[in-house]
């Protein structure tokens, strides 16, 4: 099993409808979750951080996380074209003292 | 503005040739970090550092070394070793490591094999 794992995608979503991307992760003491948007040729760039379970709202994102099913999401209402970017899971192991990166979910919003 | 500084933008290795990649940092972070991203792939680590004068092999460190002499600077070279150095060199840092604070990144930088 891949310490952190992701649908590698692509996901085409409908201008204006919910995106959902999901992650998951094998270490069981985890206690830090980000969620990080990498456009094409870029560097990635923070969207949120989850620490507890249950949502976090920030504007159009909200990430969902379910220590108990090792298991963590990323919701964007309303898509939008500009939305379309690949998107990292990142999970700070504490075992190892480090955070391991997803290979990322290709997301695409078509008009 | 705080952030992080990577240079070259574009950096092009010929063979048995090595090459060192900037970073620098001004947010007083005591950790940094070098990944390795290939097309369609994920973050690699390479090396990272906690604090001055000390950093710890990643994931994949056969070919690279690094220094850390100074906070702001976490400098990584690209050794002849790397046979296949293509690929988009990321540096990251953190406000410290372990951290629960998330890891910022600089804008990266694109090797090429001439």
């Known amino acids: 099993q891949k310490e952190v794992e992701q649908n590698s995608g692509p996901l085409s979503v409908p201008e204006g409808a919910i995106a959902s991307l999901n992650c998951t992760y094998s270490d069981r003491v985890s206690q830090s979750f980000f969620w990080y948007r990498q456009y094409s040729g870029k560097s990635p760039e923070l969207i949120m951080s989850?620490?507890?379970?249950g949502d976090k709202e920030d504007g159009r994102f909200t990430a969902q996380l379910n220590k108990a099913s090792q298991y963590v999401s990323l919701l964007i209402r309303d898509s939008q074209p500009s939305d379309s970017a690949t998107y990292l899971c990142?999970?700070?192991?504490?075992?190892?003292?480090?955070?391991?990166f997803g290979s990322g979910t290709r997301l695409s919003i078509r008009p | 503005d705080g952030g992080i500084t990577q240079s070259p933008k574009y950096l092009f290795r010929k063979e048995g040739q090595n090459v060192t990649l900037s970073c620098e940092q001004n947010l007083n972070h005591d950790a940094m970090y070098w990944y390795r991203q290939d097309p369609g792939q994920g973050l690699r680590l390479i090396y990272y550092?906690?604090?001055?004068?000390?950093?710890q092999k990643g994931d994949i460190a056969e070919g690279y070394s690094v220094s850390r002499e100074k906070k702001e600077s976490f400098p990584l070279t690209v050794t002849s070793a790397q046979k296949n150095p293509t690929a988009f060199y990321l540096c990251?840092?953190?406000?410290?490591?372990?951290?629960?604070?998330?890891?910022?990144f600089g804008d990266g930088t694109r090797l090429s094999i001439l």
């Open positions: 989850i620490y507890s379970n």
């Open positions: 550092s906690q604090i001055v004068n000390d950093f």
């Open positions: 990142a999970v700070l192991y504490s075992s190892a003292s480090k955070i391991i």
């Open positions: 990251a840092s953190s406000i410290d490591s372990p951290s629960n604070q998330p890891q910022h």
